[in-house]
């Protein structure tokens, strides 16, 4: 059975919004729709997508730049474009914007399925392969030691970090975290936490590690998914 994921639409056509949100939902997937890429916004505090569907043609900030910012910020989440746009020039900027699929419109489901549980299989995989290779990163005060470079952590990750590989599965729950960042545990509290998070699995990914690195556990917290050896 293919995994169930966190979707985000984000697409200004009510009708076309509306549909593809039902659709995917009855595939099992936990689904947001979106009029806009501001409205992002108001989605900081809430658990990370594993998939954005972005409509080039938005409102405000365009798919493009939506696109580019999201893959910018999170490298190993899912995006696929959705658009009226068929030549090849419009589907080739897309992909460089960091597009993983781009699907033309009128929207035909059965395709967008198989997109969706492609990355689905492919992130599982990635989790299998991360586990099997016994991938290890070595922490040593502030200093995360990978196969690609030493990178400087700073004194709030380096203590998140050694929570997490010290932590039963390496799972920390969000009222774990709230209590080592001293935080109030509210809506700010969740996106401060996300921010964080974000920021030390980018470093862990440019130390070297690979695959999913931390993933979110939903309306639990998080899991660390490579093996780190403190010092």
Wanted: hydrophobic letters at 45%; one cysteine or more.
């Amino acid at each position: 059975m293919v995994a169930k994921l966190n979707i985000v639409v984000v697409e200004d056509n009510d009708d076309l919004r509306e549909l593809t949100c039902q659709v995917l939902s009855q595939d099992g997937h936990h689904v947001t729709g979106l009029a806009c890429a501001e409205e992002l916004e108001d989605l900081a505090g809430g658990e990370p997508a594993d998939i954005f569907l972005i409509d080039l043609n938005l409102p405000g900030e365009d798919g493009i730049s939506l696109s580019q910012r999201i893959r910018k910020a999170q490298p190993l989440v899912g995006i696929i474009i959705i658009s009226a746009r068929t030549d090849l020039d419009d589907k080739l900027i897309g992909y460089d914007s960091g597009a993983d699929w781009y699907i033309t419109k009128p929207v035909v489901f059965a395709e967008l399925s198989a997109a969706i549980n492609s990355f689905a299989r492919r992130r599982h995989a990635a989790k299998q392969t991360q586990a099997s290779d016994a991938q290890v990163l070595v922490l040593q005060k502030l200093d995360v030691s990978g196969p690609v470079c030493v990178v400087k952590l700073t004194g709030t990750e380096g203590m998140l970090l050694t929570a997490f590989a010290r932590a039963p599965a390496g799972k920390l729950e969000t009222w774990q975290i709230a209590e080592m960042l001293d935080v109030e545990a509210d809506e700010t509290m969740k996106a401060s936490i996300s921010v964080r998070i974000a920021r030390l699995r980018k470093k862990l990914v440019d130390a070297g590690a690979q695959g999913l690195v931390i993933e979110s556990i939903r309306n639990v917290g998080y899991q660390l998914l490579v093996h780190i050896e403190v010092n």
